[in-house]
């Protein structure tokens, strides 16, 4: 997906996303609902993008659909993270 310019990144943002990985039952939901490709699968490990405050787009879906409930997501507080430059 293009996102030049649609939108901007604020910095100072801290984390915002964590997996319990206790509860992680490596059904790959997560990885095929991120449409910017953050989560990854690598030796049966599920596992997100290092640099993802950078490019995530803070939809939550991630979160919505992992029914392990391992996924602790919030939107960054202090008017850090993504600013939607359209639409
Ligand atoms: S959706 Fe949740 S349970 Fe499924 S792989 Fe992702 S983090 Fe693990
Ligand atoms: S909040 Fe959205 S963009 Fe960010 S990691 Fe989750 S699914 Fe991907």
Known sequence: M?????????????????????????CGQCILVCVVNLWRKTNNIISFSEDYKEKCLECGACYQVCEADAIDFHYPSGGTGVIFEKG
């Open 2 to 26: 293009k996102l030049n310019g649609l939108t901007k990144h604020i910095p100072g943002t801290v984390d915002f996303i964590f997996i319990d990985q206790s509860k992680c039952n490596r």
